[in-house]
């Protein structure tokens, strides 16, 4: 069934219908088309949210409070478990990353994220 016929169908009961490539959630949509969700660690004013797309791994810290405003936040992911390398840490108002790494079949991920209030370091895990 086509996504416009999901519409359609949809429109008779007064329930929309998502297109069928719609991000599930905001770190989906921020990693780009084809990531899923993997794995979330909750830490104090964020979550940092681990996305797959089949090879490739994503991370992003998305902030749950003084969303909007400018604080420092951060995100990294690698192979080899420096909380250094690949990195992205700054001044954000939503979130930081997307940060990428291919892990290649039986290859296991480091990752992590945070704010100033609370961090996470995290693996390996993930193992393709």
Do not use: F
């Amino acid at each position: 069934m086509t996504t416009a016929c999901l519409a359609l169908a949809a429109a008779g009961t007064g329930v929309a219908a998502a297109p069928a490539n719609a991000a599930s959630s905001p770190a989906d949509a921020i990693c780009g088309p084809g990531y899923y969700n993997v794995g979330n660690t909750p830490v104090a004013g964020a979550v940092v949210a681990v996305e797959y797309n089949g090879y490739t791994n994503c991370v992003v810290t998305l902030k749950t409070t003084n969303v909007g405003t400018p604080t420092h936040v951060w995100a990294y992911i690698n192979l080899n478990g420096l909380e250094d390398q690949n990195r992205d840490d700054s001044t954000y108002s939503y979130y930081a990353g997307p940060r990428y790494v291919d892990a290649p079949s039986g290859q296991c991920i480091y990752w992590g994220g945070g704010t100033d209030d609370g961090w996470a370091y995290e693996g390996p895990g993930h193992c393709g």
